[in-house]
């Protein structure tokens, strides 16, 4: 089975001031991530490890439900007035499937 977004092959246009938004959420996620590994290491307690992991957790939740409304007030919004909606709204319909899985 063939994945969907590679029969698509389309590229998303991000401005630069998006980008930049999103690059550093995910650099702060990153070293979040550091952090609890080096909490690990220093055999911290359990209870506050849990916590930075809920945080991390929020916070990528908070950039991925960012990503799906971008993608569906454009990406899936000009698919439909371009008459290919079926296949976009599909395509989103699989990733709020994954979504639901978590």
Request: glycine share 4%.
């Amino acid at each position: 089975m063939t994945d969907h977004h590679e029969e698509m092959k389309t590229v998303t246009y991000r401005n630069k001031i998006e980008k930049e938004q999103l690059i550093n959420r995910l650099k702060r996620i990153e070293g979040q991530v550091r952090g609890i590994q080096n909490m690990i290491e220093n055999d911290r307690y359990c209870v506050d490890i849990l916590v930075q992991i809920s945080a991390i957790n929020a916070a990528l939740k908070k950039v991925s439900m960012g990503m799906l409304e971008r993608h569906t007030n454009h990406c899936v919004s000009d698919a439909i007035k371009q008459g290919d909606g079926q296949e976009a709204i599909a395509e989103l319909m699989e990733v709020f499937e994954r979504f639901s899985k978590s």
